[in-house]
Structure formats: C-alpha cells, structure tokens
C-alpha cells in the first residue's frame, strides 16, 4: 500500500452487539459511497462482521479504525481492528479453517481473509492483537492472488 | 450550631423566593406562557399554558422553600417531572434538540428575575442581588431537570424498542397445511436468534409442519455466527420431524458464504420463498395449476 494516501480516517468502538450492528452498517456506507459493487460490499461487510466480533469475544472489546484508500483512480478502503486482549499464540493454527478456541464455526478469520484481497496480522500472546484489511472498489490494482 | 452570615443570608433568600414564587405564580405563569417554550407545547388555548406554568412555579416554590436549591432530586420537583417531561419530547417532536429545549428552559430565568427585583424597593441593592441569585440557580437546576428527565425517556424508550423489536420481528406464518415460515429481518445475533428458533419449534408443533422456512431475504449481512445460527436452528427442526428449508439467498449472499467457506450442504436451500414453498408443497404431492390448463403436461 505504499503508493496509496489517506483522506480521513473514522474511528469506531467495538464493546458490544450493538456495535457491532453500528460497525457494519458505517462500513457498508462508506463502501456503498466509495462505488463498490453490491457482492465487493456484501463481502467486505462480512469479513468485517468476523473481524469485529473477534475483537469483541476474543480481544474483549477494542476498535476499529477505518479509512479511505487512494491509489490511481481506484478507492478502497482499509480498516484496522485493534484490542488489547490476550493475543494470538499461533496465527498459522488460528488461520485453519474449522479451528477454534470459542464456540463457533472457526471460519471467521480465515474467511474473512478469503473476502478481502489484504489482510494482515499483527499479534504476540499478552500483546494484544491488531488486524489490518484492504478491499478495493472496482477491480483490482493487483491481479488476485489466488482462488477467486 | 453556628450558622455562618453567609449561609444565614442565602437560607433568607431561598426562603424569600420561595414565598415571592407563591404570591406572583398568576403573574409569572402569565409572561412565561409567551415564552417559546410554553408557547409552542401549548398551541390550542394560552389558558393551558398559563396553567402548566403555574404548576410549573408551584414546584419551584417548594424546592425553594425547602430551601434545596441546586438539588436536582428535591421531592418539589417531583409533581411537575412528568409535565416537563412530556413538554421537552413536544418539543423533540419538532425537531428541536435537547440543548435547544435547555436554552428555551434558560429563557424562562429573565422574566421571571425581572418580576423579582421588581419586589424590591431598591432593585440593584444586595437583598436583591441575594435572592436573583438564588433564583438564578433554583432555574438552572430546573433546567437539569428537565435535561434529566429528557434523557431518562430516551433510555426508556429505546430499551422498551428493543424488546419490541426482539418480538414483531419474528412472527412465523403458516402458509399451507404442514408448512410454516418465518420471514427472518434485520440483524440475527444469538438474543434474536433464540427468539426465532423457540417460535419457529411452538409453531412446529401447534401446527404439525412438516416443513418450515426460513428466509433471510431481509438479513443483510450472513456470516459464519448467523450461519452457526441457521445451522442449529435447522437440525433442531429436524430432530422434531421437521424438514427445514433456507430461502432468500441473493447472489451476493451466496457468493459472500461461498468465499467464506461455510459448508450448507446439509441444508435445502432456495433463492426465493416462492421456490421453497413450491418445493416443500411439491415434496408433500401437492400440485398448483391453473384453472383452465393451458397444455396437458402439468407434472
């Protein structure tokens, strides 16, 4: 990302449902105003609505921080999820379709990864952890990495 | 017990506006019903207005006879918070913000001071100043009152809307013998999502279905949580004989679970409720056709 710039940057809490509730549909706005298409909005919400509980039921709460992206004439749109929870001991294990620590499908990172084309961790056990999404509004500025 | 001159000074004053609020409440309700705030609640008849003041300074009096000023929990207050209340959301109904009603409370202050120094022989001396002061703070803590009491509506009104919406949100629908749907709207989290799997499981049984629907036409975000959801609720239909059938599935929903990774293999699913209910009255021999038909092959 090093040849796009920021405009304006919005900061949103993440500490219960409601926020969550709030956290997408602000994402979904912004996503709708910046020209994604419905399905590139869809996606991004949902990788979003993953992100951002994990943040509330394994980080205990946090925020997300979200801003525009330029680069050419593309826009896109970078959010970054931050909590001061416990941290994650193994990113590679955590990142492994069906696993787990909680109660639910353990899709939710991995998913999300597969619904946005950046996707970043920052995590060390007791340090809390930080996860940093980029998607894109009309096509893509680089080819897919893989499956798509 | 000493009592300091000061605080002597400021008792006489409560006291003394306390009984000055009594003696002119007819005269101060007067010039208050045309101030904005009166005159705006109150739009059929000024004699309203003039009576909802008078209520208004009656409870002032009380607060300052008890001499609690800046207690904004005085019992005074008590009779006329229900009043102010309703009057601040009349007010909230046309547009105007709750620092807009705070500031047309505040205009309330100046009449009413005016009549008070008016009492005095001389208006600028220092029983005056003692007692349009005490004045001054009897109002602004009228107007945390009326803040208060603005804002406690707010809260309440807004947990009862949540409770409603947790309810009307989820009825299930019988659309044929044997079939039930519940048209599925807004955000599943777990709190609603239980609410719709114990109606979706009594509407079973009361109406012996075979087969119930869920559409998420109207859900517009599924992830993996509401998902997780959809798949319980679906195998608990199925333990109770009921076979259970996902419709409303727009492109871009099904694209989203796809990349996703979530596996609904397991579940019927259809892109519209009109699909899955052709399908579930086909499963049960059902044929729809029309009245006259047209071709002879209607299987």
Same mark, same amino acid.
């Given at each position: ?148 | ?47 309203? &207005? /003039? ?7 009656? $409870?002032? =009096?009380? %607060?300052?006879?008890?001499?609690? @000023? +800046?207690? *904004? ?107 039930? &749907? /519940? ?7 777990? $709190?609603? =999502?239980? %609410?719709?799997?114990?109606?979706? @499981? +009594?509407? *079973? ?95």
């Amino acid at each position: 990302m090093q040849t796009s710039h920021d405009t304006g940057t919005i900061r949103l809490p993440i500490g219960s449902d409601t926020d969550l509730a709030w956290v997408r549909q602000q994402v979904r706005q912004a996503a709708a105003e910046l020209g994604f298409g419905l399905v590139q909005q869809t996606k991004l919400v949902t990788a979003v609505s993953e992100l951002a509980r994990n943040t509330l039921i394994h980080g205990g709460g946090g925020q997300v921080e979200m801003t525009v992206l330029h680069q050419g004439p593309v826009l896109g749109l970078r959010l970054a999820f931050t909590d001061d929870g416990p941290g994650i001991r193994d990113i590679e294990q955590a990142m492994t379709d069906g696993y787990t620590t909680g109660s639910g499908l353990g899709m939710g990172l991995s998913g999300a990864k597969r619904l946005v084309q950046e996707f970043g961790i920052d995590s060390r056990p007791g340090g809390g952890t930080t996860i940093t999404v980029a998607a894109w509004a009309t096509g893509l500025p680089h080819p897919r990495a893989e499956d798509g | 017990m000493q009592v300091s001159e000061q605080d002597a000074a400021s008792e006489w004053a409560a006291r003394k506006v306390g009984e000055f609020l009594r003696v002119r409440q007819e005269q101060i309700a007067q010039r208050w019903a045309d101030a904005e705030l009166f005159r705006t609640v109150f739009t059929v008849s000024r004699d309203e &207005a /003039v009576e909802a003041g008078k209520a208004v300074v009656d $409870a002032l =009096s009380d %607060v300052a006879s008890s001499g609690r @000023l +800046d207690d *904004i929990t005085a019992p005074g207050f008590q009779t006329v918070r229900d009043q102010l209340g309703r009057m601040a959301a009349s007010r909230a109904r046309t547009g105007s913000t709750p620092a807009q009603v705070a500031g047309e409370v505040a205009e309330l202050h100046q009449p009413a001071v005016t009549l008070l120094r008016g009492e005095f022989p001389d208006p600028a001396g220092d029983q005056a100043q003692e007692c349009a002061l005490a004045l001054t703070v009897l109002m602004g803590t009228l107007r945390l009152v009326v803040m208060e009491t603005t804002l406690r509506q707010g809260d309440e009104l807004i947990a009862r809307q949540r409770l409603q919406l947790l309810e009307v949100a989820t009825p299930v629908i019988k659309l044929w013998d044997g079939i039930v &749907a /519940v048209p599925l709207i807004g955000t599943l989290d777990s $709190a609603r =999502s239980q %609410v719709v799997m114990e109606s979706l @499981l +009594d509407a *079973i049984v009361a109406e012996r279905a075979r087969y119930a629907i869920l559409d998420i036409t109207g859900v517009p975000t599924v992830d993996s949580l509401v998902a997780q959801h959809l798949m319980k609720t679906v195998a608990a239909a199925r333990l109770m004989g009921a076979e259970c059938i996902v419709s409303g599935i727009r492109p871009a929903i099904a694209q989203t679970i796809v990349h996703l990774g979530i596996d609904l293999g397991t579940v019927v699913t259809r892109s519209s409720l009109a699909d899955a209910l052709a399908y579930a009255l086909r499963q049960q021999g059902i044929v729809v056709a029309p009245r006259t038909p047209v071709g002879a092959n209607l299987s």
